[in-house]
């Protein structure tokens, strides 16, 4: 899992990363890469995990999302 934080947002969490080019600590921005998702080969499923917390408060990442 790869944790990041911005300005703006409290706390990211990242899991299921193969590869992470960010470090952590350092400011994200919208749309920028932070890494390759893992691609399960047995079902060539491909699923990224955002978690984003406020101290010990879970938030909805839907909203932090860009559409």
């Keep these: 899992a790869a944790a990041l934080s911005g300005d703006n947002i409290p ?32 079902t060539n499923s491909t699923v990224l995990q955002l978690q984003i917390w406020r101290e010990l408060e879970k938030l909805d990442p839907e909203l932090w999302l860009s559409k």
């Design 11 to 42: 706390g990211e969490v990242y899991d299921n990363l193969i590869s992470v080019t960010v470090k952590a600590g350092q400011q994200v921005k919208a749309k920028q890469e932070i890494g390759t998702i893992y691609t399960d080969p047995e």
